[in-house]
Every structure is written in C-alpha cells, then in structure tokens.
C-alpha cells in the first residue's frame, strides 16, 4: 500500500509542475525581464551565481532580473538584457 500512495503522489506533484509550466509564459507574455533592479532574495529567476529566484545576495545585481511590466525596465533604471 505504501508503494501505492509514493506513486499516487508522484504523479500529482509531476500533473501540478507540468500545470505550472504551461502556465508560465502567458502570464509572463506582457511582461520583460528587467536586469539589475532586483533587491536581494527577490530576484525572479537564477543566474550565473545561483539556482533559483528569490537567491540574489545584493541589491540591484546587473545578473539578477525582476519580471516588470513590459516597456517599464528602462523607467525603472534597469535593462531588458544582462548588464
């Protein structure tokens, strides 16, 4: 029985990230990726130095993006590509 609930919850958590997943660009869609605005642990993606969002060590790292809305970066005193 235990088998059977580490493969029913498996499969779960793989439907869930997949959902996620496909989800993913259409909200990001109108958004753009602003380079060097992120304060630290509020970065939305990884980078170079690190595997995950919500990891940049310093504020404002020319690495580090945050999702804006599209056509704001600039505004913002950041970049729409890695500095």
């Known amino acids: 029985m235990s088998h059977n ?3 029913i919850a498996t499969a779960l958590g793989a439907v869930i990230a997949i959902g996620a997943l496909t989800s993913m660009p ?3 869609a ?3 990726q602003c380079f060097g605005i992120a304060k630290a642990g509020q970065n939305d993606c990884k980078n170079a130095a690190h595997a995950c969002a919500g990891q940049a060590k310093v504020d404002n790292d020319p690495a580090d993006f945050k999702l804006v809305p599209a056509g704001t970066c600039q505004q913002m005193g950041g970049q729409t590509k890695p500095m």
Do not use: P, Q, R, S
Request: glycine share 0%; proline share 0%; hydrophobic share 45%.
């Open 26 to 28: 259409a909200a990001a």
């Open 30 to 32: 109108d958004k753009d």
């Open 5 to 7: 609930k580490t493969l």
